[in-house]
């Protein structure tokens, strides 16, 4: 999650000031046997209970991390847990998109991505790298498009949140790149990157406080 977001700031360097959700992924393939309760709850989007249970607390815990040091421990343990896979196929796949992104060969990792989502389409981090190649690639709408289905499946994304914040704000969005920066906030109090966007858009946005 903090990976993508890293990306997004990386790559808005030179690109400078430059200057959205409907889905349309095939169904996931029927198993040919009955899923397992957990395999069953991912295919569906849910996370499993205990899974869920371990997120809510992780979460909770984000939120009112004393310092950014005890953050970034709670923030890697939610990415860990929000990147679980059913499937071997997909897992290989991811690893081959990595491989095709480090090496810039933007359309291959696109056409290796596309699988995954085929395979998994609630796969949150396939969607999260395809975004950030389509906003590698210069593509903005499809990276926000992307960045929407994440928070769409999981709406305390605060990595997702934060690049819908600097591509808004890119294409001269403002007013949606402060609303998302906020949302991004509100989850991950103590991410510095954002909470400084966040004075910044919203003294152009709303003005000086009286």
């Not at 997120?55 to 310092?67: G, S, Y």
Request: aromatic share 4%; with cysteine.
């Amino acid at each position: 999650m903090r990976a993508l977001f890293a990306v997004l700031l990386v790559a808005a360097a030179p690109l400078g000031a430059t200057g959205a959700l409907a889905q349309n992924t095939p169904e996931t393939p029927a198993a040919t046997a009955p899923a397992a309760p957990a395999a069953e709850a991912a295919r569906a989007g849910t996370p499993e209970p205990d899974r869920a249970k371990r997120l809510d607390a992780l979460f909770a815990a984000l939120k009112v991390a004393p310092d950014e040091e005890s953050a970034k421990g709670i923030a890697e343990r939610i990415d860990v847990a929000l990147t679980p896979s059913d499937s071997d196929t997909a897992d290989l796949l991811m690893g081959r998109a990595a491989l095709a992104l480090q090496a810039k060969d933007f359309d291959l990792a696109l056409q290796l991505l596309d699988g995954v989502i085929r395979i998994e389409p609630d796969h949150l981090e396939a969607w999260n790298k395809r975004a950030t190649v389509f906003y590698l690639k210069q593509d903005f709408s499809d990276a926000l498009a992307d960045l929407r289905q994440v928070v769409a499946r999981e709406p305390r994304h605060y990595g997702a949140w934060a690049g819908i914040a600097i591509i808004c704000k890119e294409l001269g969005d403002e007013k949606h790149a402060l609303e998302a920066a906020r949302n991004a906030l509100a989850i991950y109090p103590r991410l510095d990157e954002v909470e400084e966007m966040e004075k910044t858009l919203s003294i152009s946005v709303e003005g000086r406080p009286i």
